[in-house]
């Protein structure tokens, strides 16, 4: 960055005193880990109340600096720790008081705001790993700690990019400020008073055997033309007010909206950012072959569903994380009261969670190919 950051200016106020405001607001006391220009911070400090605990090993890296805080919060007796960097300072008290929230509900578990299903901060951690924390030898840092709880770890939708921003670089602290500014739309405030009318893609041309569908091509049926069809009828009787059809930039995503965009008599519009999950190497390859071919990697995607990478893919995190963006990006240049999106199972379940501000339930049969599914936020 090349400046000290915690001090860094936004709107007036030093970024450290925005990071650890949307705590003090959730009346929780506050821990500063010093190392680095400390003594710069310590005025800065005592008109926080916060209480500041030294690194002394602050050169050998973040994680000396996270063990510190924890051996703090264990020695005060803490349930658990919320814990984010002074270079996050767009976190809200709304954000955190949704982590303390979830926390509340479930102690013992890791849980993390996050952005379109991107992890961001805070990050919760419960007492129950505090000893582990301690004990760990900083190989992989605090991940070195938190992968043994991959599974149970919650992640908190927020709707607020904010807990994804940081200042590492200028450009970073540019796109900071003018998020703060307002010039940079937030989605939580995009999506109130519209309609969103979602539409899944008709059938496609069957194959011989079960086979991995994501970004890979697959024309649609005559089946899945007269579905497209029907579901164009329905939606032409919500008599929506649209500018456009969105849609992926697949031929089932595309042909489909095609009859819509026909019934409404408006244009489409292609979001590659709408396109299906990406399987990578496994797209279009039957699911037999890939038992075959990568029987490791398919067993530790049967084991982690959500979260498993497909060779030169993307997780179902990845999916979500795009889809947020580019349902900002749609919604900051169209005003239309309704939204009308064509597009795949796996983008209509995030878009749906990310209304419900929850996290999209992936395994859903629902939407069916050609069915339509309507929301107002």
């Known amino acids: 960055m090349g400046s000290f950051k915690p001090l860094l200016e936004l709107d007036g106020t030093p970024a450290l005193a925005r990071a650890c405001s949307a705590f003090s607001a959730n009346g929780l006391p506050l821990c500063v880990v010093t190392g680095h220009n400390a ?4 005025p800065l400090m005592g008109t926080l109340g916060a209480e500041e605990v030294f690194n002394p090993d602050f050169a050998d890296g973040m994680f000396t600096s996270i063990r510190e805080g924890v051996r703090y919060a264990k020695n005060a007796g ?11 300072p767009l976190v809200t008290s709304e954000s955190v008081k949704k982590l ?4 509340a509900a479930a102690p013992d578990r890791f849980s993390v705001a996050v952005f379109g299903g991107k992890k961001g901060h805070p990050l919760y951690i419960p007492a129950k790993v505090f000893d582990e924390i301690l004990n760990h030898d900083g190989t992989n840092g605090l991940k070195g700690v ?3 709880y991959d599974g149970e770890f919650i992640r908190v939708e927020t709707l607020d990019e904010g807990v994804l921003l940081d200042m590492d670089t200028p450009e970073g602290y540019e ?8 010039s940079v739309p937030k989605l939580a405030q995009l999506l109130k008073n519209r309609r969103f009318i979602l539409a899944r893609h008709g059938s496609t041309e069957p194959h011989k055997e079960k086979t991995f569908i994501g970004r890979y091509d697959v024309p649609l049926s005559q089946k899945g033309r007269e579905e497209a069809r029907a579901a164009a009828e329905e939606i032409k009787g919500l008599a929506p007010s649209a500018s456009r059809v969105y849609c992926s930039d697949l031929s089932r ?6 009859f819509i965009a026909d019934a409404l008599g408006i244009p489409c519009s292609e979001q590659p950012r709408l396109s299906e999950l990406s399987l990578g190497e496994w797209d279009g390859l039957p699911i037999s072959e890939i038992k075959s071919r990568f029987p490791r990697e398919y067993e530790a995607r049967g084991r982690d569903i959500l979260g498993y990478i497909p060779p030169d893919g993307e997780n179902f ?8 963006l580019c349902l900002s990006d749609i919604l900051a240049h169209d005003e239309s009261p309704d ?7 796996g983008v209509i379940q995030s878009i749906l969670g990310l209304l419900d501000c929850r996290n999209p339930d992936f395994s859903a049969q629902s939407p069916a190919k050609g069915e339509i599914v309507v929301r107002e936020s």
């Open 146 to 148: 938190t992968r043994r």
């Open 339 to 345: 939204v009308v999106i064509c597009a795949h199972k």
């Open 39 to 42: 003594a710069a911070l310590r």
């Open 317 to 324: 995190y990845e999916l979500q994380y795009r889809v947020a």
């Open 100 to 103: 303390l929230d979830t926390a």
């Open 175 to 182: 796109h900071i400020k003018s998020y703060l500014a307002g």
């Open 253 to 258: 995503s595309r042909d489909s909206a095609a």
């Open 78 to 88: 803490a349930e658990g720790v919320l814990l984010s960097p002074a270079d996050c």
